[in-house]
T-cell receptor, first 113, second 111 residues
């Protein structure tokens, strides 16, 4: 079984540019999550999809962040325009049912310069 | 305000000895707790969990203890192995799909 896959693994962009991160969850997993870890701090929740619906987006920092999950399969997280404080590692995770120990991807390291 | 705290940023232990990683929380509504392990350039990997109705859960070399009155949980690794060297994150949820993570403790097991 393939794990959670994230693209790209690294991205370096200039302030003001747009970046789109992609996450492919484990096949069949209805629940998809985005988290972010900034500067070695805690891993913070961004949002949760159930299939294509946003179940909880309480952790999204502001309206520069847009997450989509068309068709309930892969998800994208777009940052537009990027700011310096958006730098960090963005993790995607998925689970089949329930919140009990979901599976994380390797993350996308975003650096805004 | 951080609801899940891991006050020790790092810990070094000799191979074969016990590693004890600690985690404190403030939200009494948390009912499920997890430990994740993270190697460099990889995502967190689920290790072990415990429900608030229990005070101990064991899986091989890993045991998690929960003290609800103290709002404290700990992860014991016995015996510690060099491959256990990683960053360990404590996480909690309050009946939802959202996890609240601590800042992590870097464990180094010395051969």
């Amino acid at each position: 079984e393939a794990g959670v896959t994230q693209f790209p693994s690294h991205s370096v962009i200039e302030k003001g540019q747009t970046v789109t991160l992609r996450c492919d969850p484990i096949s069949g997993h209805d629940n998809l999550y985005w988290y972010r870890r900034v500067m070695g701090k805690e891993i913070k929740f961004l949002l949760h999809f159930v299939k294509e619906s946003k179940q909880d987006e309480s952790g999204m920092p502001n309206n520069r962040f847009l997450a989509e999950r068309t068709g309930g399969t892969y998800s994208t997280l777009k940052v537009q325009p990027a700011e310096l404080e958006d730098s960090g590692v963005y993790f995607c995770a998925s689970s089949l049912t329930g919140p009990y120990g979901y599976t994380f991807g390797s993350g996308t390291r975003l650096t805004v310069v | 305000d951080q609801q899940v705290k891991q006050n020790s940023p790092s810990l070094s232990v000799q191979e074969g000895r016990i590693s004890i990683l600690n985690c404190d929380y403030t939200n009494s509504m948390f009912d499920y707790f997890l430990w994740y392990k993270k190697y460099p350039a990889e995502g967190p990997t689920f290790l072990i969990s415990i429900s608030s109705i229990k005070d101990k859960n064991e899986d091989g070399r890993f045991t998690v203890f929960l003290n609800k009155s103290a709002k404290h949980l700990s992860l014991h690794i016995v015996p510690s192995q060099p491959g256990d060297s990683a960053v360990y994150f404590c996480a909690a949820s309050a009946g939802t799909y959202k996890y609240i993570f601590g800042t992590g403790t870097r464990l180094k097991v010395l051969a």
